[in-house]
């Protein structure tokens, strides 16, 4: 059975995306930061790669979480991921 984790520890978020060779970028919008995620593969023309310093000062401005999965049920490497809202 798979299940997934919350977190907010910026390490576990890296070590998460960095092992999936994602790279950390944002869509824009007006006003401040934008709307993080992560791109594996071929870049996204929308998406826009941060540094770790700038994703993480949205991440917390936005005071979001990572939810995320690290294996499917079949024990496969999961890319599951998702920024939701801190509680």
Known sequence: ???????TNHKTIQEWIE???G???????KGKGG???IDFGEKEE???ELD????????????????????????EQSRFNKFIERD
């Open 19 to 21: 092992a999936r060779d």
């Open 1 to 7: 059975m798979s299940s997934s984790e919350t977190t």
């Open 52 to 75: 770790w310093d700038e994703f993480f000062q949205i991440f917390d401005e936005n005071k979001l979480a990572f939810l995320y999965q690290d294996k499917t049920k079949n024990g």
């Open 35 to 37: 709307v993080l995620r």
């Open 46 to 48: 929308e998406f826009e």
């Open 23 to 29: 790279k950390p970028s944002v869509i824009r919008t």
